[in-house]
């Protein structure tokens, strides 16, 4: 099928026959042809604002995930830290009951010391 050289000859002589600018958009012709642009242009402005959507959906999955994962790393942390915490507080337990342990022991000593310096005297 060859190009139909005969209707773009017949639109240039409309043209060159219409005269001006204005005459040429008043024409049915010329407003059909601009209808088309018009939504030609439409709909590759909406086909741009959809890819737009789509790259944009896929960039709030990747940081959904990534906001997982860091939830994850930072429960894992939370469960690494209490245990070092119950871990600590055993400890200081075990050291506050050596402590006593050994300060009532030495309180036990003086008051024996004292107990004999007072015998003594008497």
Same mark, same amino acid.
């Given at each position: 099928m060859a190009f139909p050289f005969a209707l773009v000859k017949?639109?240039?002589?409309?043209?060159e026959k219409?005269?001006?600018? %204005?005459?040429?958009?008043?024409?049915?012709?010329? /407003? @059909?042809?601009m209808m088309w642009y018009i939504l030609?242009?439409?709909?590759?402005?909406?086909?741009?604002?959809?890819?737009?959507?789509?790259?944009?959906?896929?960039?709030?999955?990747r940081i959904d995930r990534e906001h997982k994962k860091r939830i994850y790393e930072l429960e894992r942390h939370a469960t690494y830290? %209490?245990?070092?915490?119950n871990e600590a507080e055993? /400890? @200081?337990?075990?050291?506050?009951?050596?402590?006593?342990?050994?300060f009532d022991d030495f309180n036990e000593e003086e008051e024996e010391e004292i107990w004999a310096d007072?015998?003594?005297?008497?």
């Open positions: 017949s639109i240039m002589t409309e043209k219409s005269g001006t600018i %204005a005459e040429q958009i008043r024409n049915p012709q010329s /407003k @059909i042809v030609i242009g439409l709909s590759l402005s909406l086909a741009g604002v959809a890819g737009l959507q789509f790259f944009y959906l896929v960039y709030m999955e830290l %209490a245990n070092r915490l055993q /400890k @200081i337990s075990e050291q506050n009951d050596i402590l006593e342990s050994i007072v015998i003594e005297d008497r």
